[in-house]
């Protein structure tokens, strides 16, 4: 479902149901590079988010790709402690 730079960790959740069905869902990786989430559609919308305990923050749209069963998001150094957030 999600893949990313070789060696990095990879992280995902949603809000409810499970990943292949969600409205919203979540990703990220330990390291800068190439996110690709093999997904149902293309979604609506691609942000970099702030999660924290206290509610989330969207920082800004990111710039992605698609093709017929994924999305690819290209992450900076500066963005990989923050949530890609995917909704349909």
């Not at 590079?33 to 919308?45: F, W, Y």
Request: hydrophobic letters at 30%; proline letters at 6%.
């Amino acid at each position: 479902m999600l893949s990313g730079p070789d060696g990095s960790y990879l992280y995902a959740y949603c809000d409810e149901g499970d990943l292949s069905a969600s409205e919203r869902l979540a990703f990220k990786c330990e390291k800068p590079g190439l996110l690709r989430l093999h997904c149902r559609s293309r979604p609506k919308a691609v942000t970099l988010t702030e999660v924290t305990p206290h509610g989330t923050k969207e920082l800004t749209e990111l710039r992605w790709s698609s093709s017929q069963n994924y999305i690819e998001v290209h992450i900076q150094p500066t963005q990989q402690s923050y949530w890609v957030v995917a909704r349909w």
